[in-house]
């Protein structure tokens, strides 16, 4: 079972079983929607994950694939939450941030890594992919 929430405690979640992955995304819209140099996502089947509290979206469609990636965030706190993919229906991926124990949870590849920051290391050995591996 892993548990989540936002800053003010108005969205919580929980996802049941095992992440599909743990992906670090360096395209230029989630680190603007994470606020930082690359956003960490936990990629997990839609129906694993159950949400209290209501969210604002966002409808992304500034993006690679042609469909819209809808970025959910609290309305309260602006506390970016998941992203649900266009692309990719039944797919949702989990700000790893707002996990309750974010630790175990470390990228195991990197994506849009065309746009990665100079300054930004990728350890050795972790897949990176210069777009989506899909």
Known sequence: ????????????????????????CHCTRCRRQSGSVYSV????????????GEVKVFEDAD??????????FCRDCGSPIRSLLGASPGIVAVKVGTLDDPGPHAPGLHVFTRSRIDW???????????????
């Open 63 to 72: 993006t690679t694939s042609g469909q819209p990636v809808y970025r959910e």
């Open 41 to 52: 996502n936990l990629v997990v089947p839609a129906a694993a994950m159950t949400m209290t």
């Open 1 to 24: 079972m892993i548990e989540g929430g936002c800053n003010c405690g108005a969205i919580r979640y929980r996802i049941e079983g095992t992440p599909l992955a743990v992906a670090a």
């Open 120 to 134: 930004v290391e990728i350890p050795s050995g972790v897949p990176q992919f210069a777009e989506s591996p899909g």
